[in-house]
């Protein structure tokens, strides 16, 4: 953990009056109170101040992820991007000195110090945030936090805090996308390689990526490679699982599969293979073949566990080049506390301007996105967040060969974050050819994701000594990660900076270096959901990469 203890110099005595801002919410049909939270019980608040200037920080991340920018990979450093989103010094000095009047020492959690952090036992808090903290149990998963449906910040306050975490935002706690596993044997391949072998048609193993998307089987070599897995709720990859997926599926390779762990927020770093995680390393270790990957272990299923990996992610000076995650979040949980997502959301564009490639799945439940979501009555689109967050890439699914969407394949329009520039003409495209179907059911300006596709079903993964088939956007989320770190490779090895963020190169020179799916759509409870067309559709993205395409496309750059 990043913790820098933040030392207040100046003790101010501040009027707190009567007065202060209130912000209170209805009850969230989806949580039952169950008791008081007890008072002496201890709550971990973070508080996010207002970045300096982030609509600068936005400017420069399209700056340097723009092809047709002079600036085009001229990433920024750590601390170019801290500039941008450090807190201004006066409301560091307002809400410390508000904390330390009340015998709080706050300690900064993220390297710019946009973000606090304090323990207080519930009884305090209570009373500074004029709260009543409650035990809800959520009733789709089960879980139960503490909330309050209130609080008052202080008047002179209200300019420099953004947030504070948590107190009225009820968000559900994150779930893997739940991919499904079937046990099976693994097939009898020829050891001599074939193209596309017939297997393919039934398990996807990583010489059917190779083959379909041409991805190169000789390992990367560029130093400064790097690709990172995040993996969260105590998921872990076995080294011996990886080995024998090695022997089986990549005898090609010589030398012993391998990747570094990091522990974040006391995640596990040993351990069983268990499903999410053997499927990410074993497909983006398979298939990035010879890039250096970690897996970040985060132990923290909660809102709080998705900050803290980013802010340590954010505190190194080296980033991994791409990162792929398969968690996310039914985006509706988000509604009412939108400073959350989009704090989130300008962590993930820190990320970019630096240069990073940022993966997330689209989700498993077609056009509602995720099982959690209560209201899954076929009058509104749900949606996946981080997957709706402008400034990263969503990943969505396909199956079989030829390439069809897979019907689950998470996909549609945000409603938090407006529609970005770089994807206007093709989502207008889109909702000119759709017409008037699904009228009313999504917002027409929300950011419309995924953005790019891949393979999704019967990925032949080794969980636990034990053979399955996988399905999920969990897999084509790796899977594309991968292709990008091999980019990275050809990128880093001719002497260019690495991808970033790519979406503004897709969506305006990529969409011919990718396999366009036009056929499929992403059903959901009880709705249509979005059909596939010809170029974007909200199901399958721009498409499935062409490696071969994509290396003229990016090493032309
Ligand atoms: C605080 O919440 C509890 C439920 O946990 C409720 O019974 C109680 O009436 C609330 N107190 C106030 C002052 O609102
Ligand atoms: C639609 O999305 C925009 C963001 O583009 C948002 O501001 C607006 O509130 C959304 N509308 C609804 C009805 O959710
Ligand atoms: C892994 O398999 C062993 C042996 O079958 C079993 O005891 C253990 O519980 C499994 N671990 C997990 C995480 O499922
Ligand atoms: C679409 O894919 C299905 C298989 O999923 C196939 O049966 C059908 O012929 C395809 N349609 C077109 C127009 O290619």
């Given at each position: 953990?990043?913790?820098?203890p933040?030392v207040?110099?100046v003790?101010a005595t501040l ?8 912000t209170?919410i ?6 039952v109170?169950?008791r008081p ?7 971990q ?7 300096t200037?982030?609509?600068?920080l936005?400017?420069?991340?399209y700056?340097?992820s ?12 750590k601390?170019?991007v ?6 201004k010094p006066?409301s ?10 009340h015998?709080?020492?706050p ?8 973000m606090?952090r304090?323990?207080i ?10 709260a009543?903290f ?35 935002q ?8 739940n991919?499904?596993f079937?046990v099976?044997?693994?097939p009898k ?12 048609a039934f398990e ?6 190779q083959?379909?998307?041409?991805i190169?089987?000789a ?8 690709l ?5 709720l105590s998921?872990?990859a076995?080294t011996?699982d990886l080995?024998?997926f090695f ?13 570094d762990?990091v522990?974040?927020d006391n995640?596990?770093t040993s351990g069983?293979g ?7 390393i074993?497909?983006t270790?398979g ?13 923290n299923?909660?809102?709080?566990g998705?900050?803290?990996?980013v802010n340590?992610?954010?505190a190194q000076d ?8 398969s ?5 509706a ?9 989009n ?12 240069g990073t ?18 209201l899954c009555d ?9 997957s709706?967050?402008?400034?990263l ?10 390439e069809?969407?897979a ?12 529609q ?27 950011r419309a994701?995924?953005?790019?596709s ?14 399955g088939l996988v399905l999920?956007t969990s ?9 990008v770190a091999?980019l990275?490779d050809a990128?880093l090895n001719?002497g260019?900076s690495?991808?970033g ?6 969506y305006s020179?990529?969409a011919?270096?990718?396999n366009?799916i036009?056929?499929g759509?992403?059903p959901g409870?009880?709705a ?13 993205g721009?498409g499935?990469p062409?490696?071969e ?7 032309g750059?």
């Amino acid at each position: 953990m990043i913790a820098t203890p933040l030392v207040a110099l100046v003790i101010a005595t501040l009027s707190l009056g009567a007065h202060g801002r209130r912000t209170t919410i209805v009850p969230k049909p989806n949580f039952v109170p169950l008791r008081p939270a007890p008072s002496t019980s201890s709550l971990q608040l973070t508080l996010a101040l207002p970045p300096t200037n982030i609509d600068g920080l936005h400017a420069a991340l399209y700056d340097v992820s723009d092809p047709k920018s002079p600036n085009y990979g001229k990433h920024l450093s750590k601390a170019e991007v801290e500039a941008f989103v450090a807190p201004k010094p006066d409301s560091v000095k307002a809400v410390t000195d508000w904390l330390t009047q009340h015998s709080l020492r706050p300690e900064a959690v993220s390297p710019s110090g946009d973000m606090l952090r304090i323990d207080i036992p519930v009884s305090k808090a209570n009373s500074l945030l004029g709260a009543n903290f409650t035990e809800f149990k959520n009733k789709d998963s089960g879980t139960t936090l503490v909330r309050t449906l209130s609080v008052t910040i202080p008047d002179d306050l209200e300019p420099h805090l953004q947030f504070i975490y948590p107190t009225t935002q009820f968000i559900v706690p994150l779930k893997p996308e739940n991919p499904t596993f079937q046990v099976v044997n693994p097939p009898k391949l020829s050891r001599k390689r074939q193209s596309m072998p017939e297997q393919c048609a039934f398990e996807v193993f990583p010489e059917c990526l190779q083959d379909l998307y041409h991805i190169p089987t000789a390992p990367a070599t560029a130093s400064g490679n790097s690709l990172g897995v995040s993996g969260y709720l105590s998921e872990f990859a076995s080294t011996d699982d990886l080995d024998i997926f090695f022997d089986a599926f990549r005898p090609d390779v010589t030398t012993a599969p391998e990747f570094d762990v990091v522990s974040v927020d006391n995640g596990v770093t040993s351990g069983d293979g268990t499903l999410e995680a053997s499927l990410d390393i074993q497909y983006t270790v398979g298939v990035a073949t010879g890039v250096p990957t970690t897996f970040y272990s985060n132990g923290n299923p909660f809102a709080d566990g998705f900050i803290d990996m980013v802010n340590f992610l954010l505190a190194q000076d080296e980033l991994p080049l791409v990162l792929t995650t398969s968690y996310g979040f039914d985006e509706a949980s988000f509604l009412g506390a939108e400073d959350l997502a989009n704090t989130f959301c300008n962590a993930y564009a820190q990320l970019g301007a630096r240069g990073t490639s940022v993966f997330f799945c689209s989700g498993d439940n077609g056009v509602y996105s995720f099982s959690f979501n209560s209201l899954c009555d076929a009058t509104t689109f749900g949606a996946t967040f981080p997957s709706t967050c402008p400034f990263l890439t969503s990943v969505g699914g396909t199956q079989n060969i030829p390439e069809v969407a897979a019907s689950f394949s998470g996909g549609g329009f945000s409603n938090i974050f407006a529609q970005p520039d770089y994807q206007s003409a093709a989502v207008e495209g889109y909702l000119d050819a759709l017409g008037s179907t699904n009228d009313g059911l999504f917002n027409r300006t929300g950011r419309a994701f995924p953005d790019v596709s891949a393979q999704s079903v019967n990925f032949i993964t080794r969980i636990n000594g034990t053979f399955g088939l996988v399905l999920g956007t969990s897999a084509s989320t790796p899977t594309f990660a991968s292709v990008v770190a091999l980019l990275n490779d050809a990128r880093l090895n001719a002497g260019k900076s690495p991808l970033g963020f790519i979406n503004p190169l897709l969506y305006s020179q990529g969409a011919c270096a990718l396999n366009d799916i036009t056929n499929g759509s992403n059903p959901g409870c009880g709705a249509q959901g979005f059909p596939t067309m010809e170029g974007w559709d909200p199901v399958t993205g721009l498409g499935t990469p062409d490696y071969e395409k994509l290396l003229a496309l990016v090493t032309g750059l």
